[in-house]
């Protein structure tokens, strides 16, 4: 805010008692108007406000979509109203950034080196908790990919997504996930958002004679790491240490759809669940034998659940090394990611 008032000749604006009220700054009609969203809200009546507003500076016309939501304490009642404001025709540096390293991504010699170094080699850590995972693409590159953003207060995102098809083709949407992600993401987005963004950017960026879409899971960890945030983009769910298989509301994948509701978000309170957990993708439960028969989830949970004592690293090399026998000498058809996340603060 600080950067935005004084480029556009707003200093005096930083000089208002940010402990005011928003309704202390409007007057009229529009504060009338807002009163009665606000509380429409704070009643429960309202689940969310959305609209569009331009906001432009002197050089240039700005259209944002502010989207106001409502945050229940533990007894249920709402205690807050998050505001978040997104721009809707983004600035040309942000398209000229993107546009430049999706660009760079139809030489195949850079789509393994950005493919190794921004999924493969990146190093996961999530406040409060301990993360262990096998990443194994079929080819040397393939179409998993896990991202991760932290923020400030312990705040963290954590995506896994698996993207239709193999190999380079697979690779290079999955590397353009990753890119895209790293522009949409930000302090205060909130997941169905980030999601919603991903699959408008997707829509544009892809051919639609050949369009390839993705599937995954978006997790928000919040402070304490007691309570998780989870978006499923038509993904299956995570597995718990105690309450295994949890069945969550579910979205389309992305890149397939033009329009859809929000995203749904699950609340997943790890206290009721269990503290550890895996996140999968399908190459590890539709791994066949030489006789057809499959992985599976039912198998998968059995052998986590019967190394919960194993330290979490040990682990996950003990459910990989039990997917191998059961596989023997059959072929590997589908990338395999594995990850393993526990509480331990």
Known sequence: ?????????????????????????????????????????????????????????????????????????????????????????????????VSERL??????????????????????????????????????????????????EAVADLVHADVAGHGETAGRLATKIVVLLDELAAAGSEPAEVISGLNRALLEVTPGDSRLFATGLFFRFEPGGQRLICSSMGHEGPIFSRTGEVKIENGPPVGLVEEFRPWPENIIDLAEHGTRFLVFSDGITEQFDLEGEMFGTARLLRAFRSRLDQPLDDMVRGIVDELVRFRGEALIKDDQTLLALELVD
């Open 1 to 97: 805010w600080t950067r935005f008032a004084t480029g556009n000749r707003g200093e005096g604006l930083l000089e208002k008692d940010w402990n005011s009220s928003v309704l202390a700054n409007m007057s009229g009609k529009s504060k009338e108007r807002w009163t009665h969203i606000y509380r429409l809200l704070l009643e429960g009546r309202l689940p969310h406000h959305q609209e569009e507003m331009i906001c432009s500076s002197p050089s240039e016309r700005r259209l944002y979509r502010l989207r106001v939501t409502p945050k229940r304490d533990d007894a249920g009642d709402v205690a807050w109203l998050v505001h978040h404001t997104v721009r809707v025709d983004e600035g040309q540096d942000v398209v000229h950034r």
């Open 103 to 152: 660009g760079d991504l139809d030489d195949s010699e850079r789509v393994n080196r950005d493919y190794r170094d921004a999924i493969a080699g990146r190093r996961l850590e999530i406040p409060s908790f301990r993360v262990a995972r096998h990443f194994q693409p079929l080819k040397s590159i393939g179409g998993d990919l896990i991202w991760h953003r932290e923020y400030p």
